[in-house]
């Protein structure tokens, strides 16, 4: 159980387009999803959280208008990197939780963004 | 700030030996830790957890202690397979589900 897909795996795209990445619970609903991104050698960096039906919290130093993030349902969250540049090529990775207090988070097998 | 931190980026152990994993942790109001294993072009996978009322955790071969006095929390796996190496990665969460995580270890478990 706890399955999170994510799609697509890779994207390698030119500098300035926007990319949509989706975020699916195929097995449970998700209330709250969270986004990542994972520097080479790093740690896991929370994006933000995505709580279905209303607006995602960004952290700290993270554009919401470079980064949107959609939760239109308990299943799916969404994130579009809008005007793509080079900077922007990472290793995007989503999670969500089942719901309750002290839950892991289950988190899919993460997109591999290359802006050229 | 880092509140959760991995001190050893490698570890490397033979297989059938026990491997110890560290993580630290800085705030106090931290009570659900867990451990995720990461495969390279993969998200991580859960592992195992233990939330602060307990100070171990076991699951097979796969042990979590927790130290709150000191802060300190330790995977061990035991016995080690060729199939445990991976990026192990520490993560803590206090209120709101919102999950802080170390820079992860990776294991190497030599046949």
């Known amino acids: 159980g706890a399955v999170v897909s994510q799609h697509p795996s890779r994207v390698i795209c030119k500098s300035g387009t926007s990319v949509k990445i989706e975020c699916r619970s195929l097995d449970f609903q998700a209330t709250t999803m969270f986004w990542y991104r994972q520097f080479p050698k790093q740690s896991l960096m929370l994006m933000a959280t995505s709580n279905e039906g209303s607006k995602a919290t960004y952290e700290q130093g993270v554009e919401k208008d470079k980064f949107l993030i959609n939760h239109a349902s308990l299943t799916l969250s969404t994130l579009t990197v809008t005007s793509a540049h080079p900077e922007d090529s990472s290793f995007y990775i989503c999670s969500a939780l089942t719901g309750g207090n002290n839950q892991p988070q289950h988190f899919g097998d993460g997109t591999r963004l290359s802006i050229l | 700030d880092q509140q959760v931190k991995q001190n050893s980026p490698s570890l490397s152990v033979q297989e059938g030996r026990i491997s110890i994993l560290n993580c630290d942790y800085t705030?106090?109001?931290?009570?659900?830790f867990l451990w995720y294993k990461k495969y390279p072009a993969e998200g991580p996978t859960f592992l195992i957890s233990?939330?602060?009322?307990?100070d171990k955790n076991e699951d097979g071969r796969f042990t979590v202690f927790l130290n709150k006095s000191a802060k300190h929390l330790s995977l061990h796996i035991v016995p080690s397979q060729p199939g445990d190496s991976a990026v192990y990665f520490c993560?803590?969460?206090?209120?709101?589900?919102?999950?802080?995580f170390g820079s992860g270890t990776k294991l190497n478990v030599k046949p």
């Open positions: 705030n106090s109001m931290f009570d659900y």
């Open positions: 233990i939330s602060s009322i307990k």
């Open positions: 993560a803590a969460s206090g209120n709101f589900n919102k999950f802080y």
